[in-house]
């Protein structure tokens, strides 16, 4: 399982064990796991993969480079949960508020709300959110064609070639 995915099943449970209250110490841990996944240059886009990974009562679903730490999406979660926790390497324009990321394949849209978290030691900004797995979800994660992801006034373009093979996991892992 890579790191990211790691990082925020642990702050899922602290967040579920305060009560919901972040903790700077946690958030921090969280944000600096997080940020190693993308630490690595930018990486061009033939070497952009889909792949999954479970263990240890969780699993992820990651759009990046396998064997490395680099993740331009992610979406995992614990075993039997249908809670998704998201991120995406995104530099938004609107850093204070919160933010909905849609992702599109065709005529089925996600919207995921999310907030900015920017690591400052790894000059990474991250759009972090929860969404649930639910059939649209699903059906979006297994489709083929292009992943459209929009954010504030951007978009970009994702492949989906690999990624249902590579979501097997965790449709398996995470469902209520």
Not at 134 to 153: A, I, K, N, P, R
Request: glycine content about 8%; proline content about 5%.
């Amino acid at each position: 399982m890579n790191e990211l995915a790691k990082a925020v099943a642990q702050f899922r449970v602290v967040r579920h064990n305060t009560g919901g209250k972040l903790r700077d110490t946690m958030r921090t841990i969280l944000l600096v796991a997080a940020g190693a996944l993308f630490l690595t240059a930018p990486v061009p886009a033939e070497e952009l993969t889909w792949f999954g990974n479970a263990g240890g009562g969780s699993a992820s679903l990651v759009y990046g480079t396998p064997d490395s730490d680099y993740a331009l999406l992610s979406f995992s979660c614990e075993s039997g949960s249908s809670q998704l926790s998201f991120a995406y390497e995104f530099e938004p324009l609107n850093k204070e508020n919160p933010l909905e990321v849609i992702l599109q394949v065709g005529d089925t849209q996600v919207s995921i709300p999310t907030r900015a978290e920017h690591l400052e030691a790894m000059d990474v900004h991250l759009l972090i959110g929860e969404t649930t797995l639910d059939y649209q979800l699903s059906s979006l994660l297994t489709s083929t064609g292009t992943l459209h992801v929009f954010v504030e006034d951007g978009s970009a373009e994702y492949p989906l070639e690999g990624a249902a093979e590579a979501a097997k996991d965790l449709l398996a892992t995470c469902k209520p």
